[in-house]
């Protein structure tokens, strides 16, 4: 069955520079959920998305942005990266936002040097 | 608002013995609880999950775990450990009412078989 697919799975990055993580949903999913998940940490609620339009907003900073395009996947753009946004993010899809199910991504993992 | 708190950052088993992984919720509303495993550098997976009905709910892998709304807690269990079982397993849970859908995780519980 098809999964939940991130890209890249790894991404190496300099301080104050950019970065673009990709989420492509389960076919027919139409909600993103995008998590980060520090070195020994719990995975925690950026942001959400359910038929294109921002669903939910957790902890995630004014220096990332985040959307969901017509094909239902997802952009998480990161700018003016700091070391400690190093961490891995997960990605998450789900049928409507009232299932019970979130199927995630394997992660793309972040490193800020 | 939602919280999970699992008890025991660590918990360390001989092959062959029980698996007791505790969480402990907070939800003013009836809640969604699941509970997910995560290998090493690898995504979360679906152990298994309570919305409504039956209490007693089994999942993959041999786990199964009770929903007791008295205790406000969601253990979970597995009679006999393997030694694949070495894994980090997060509790979580989600409102009824949460319209957003987002998953709250507790701290996680890293389980250690011993051979």
């Known amino acids: 069955a098809a999964g939940v697919i991130q890209s890249p799975r790894h991404l190496i990055k300099e301080k104050r520079e950019t970065a673009t993580l990709k989420c492509y949903p389960i076919p027919r999913h139409d909600t993103v959920y995008w998590y980060q998940q520090g070195p020994g940490q719990d995975p925690q609620f950026l942001i959400s998305?359910?038929?294109?339009?921002?669903?939910d907003k957790g902890s995630i900073p004014d220096r990332f942005s985040a959307q969901q395009f017509s094909d239902y996947h997802s952009e998480l753009n990161m700018s003016s990266l700091e070391l400690g946004d190093s961490a891995l993010y997960f990605c998450?899809?789900?049928?409507?936002?009232?299932?019970?199910?979130?199927?995630f991504g394997p992660g793309t993992r972040l490193t800020v040097l | 608002a939602q919280s999970v708190t699992q008890l025991g950052s660590h918990v360390s088993v001989s092959e062959g013995a029980l698996v007791l992984l505790r969480c402990n919720y907070s939800s003013s509303v009836p809640p969604y609880l699941f509970w997910y495993v995560q290998y090493p550098n690898q995504g979360l997976q679906l152990l298994l999950k309570y919305t409504t009905g039956a209490t007693l709910v089994k999942g993959i892998n041999g786990f199964e775990a009770e929903f007791k709304k008295s205790e406000t807690s969601f253990h979970l269990t597995k009679p006999s450990a393997h030694m694949s079982d070495a894994a980090e397993y997060f509790c979580a849970v989600r409102g009824f009412y949460n319209q957003g859908g987002k998953l709250i995780f507790g701290q996680g519980t890293e389980l250690s078989v011993k051979p």
């Open positions: 998450a899809s789900s049928l409507s936002t009232g299932a019970n199910e979130q199927f």
């Open positions: 998305f359910y038929e294109k339009m921002q669903s």
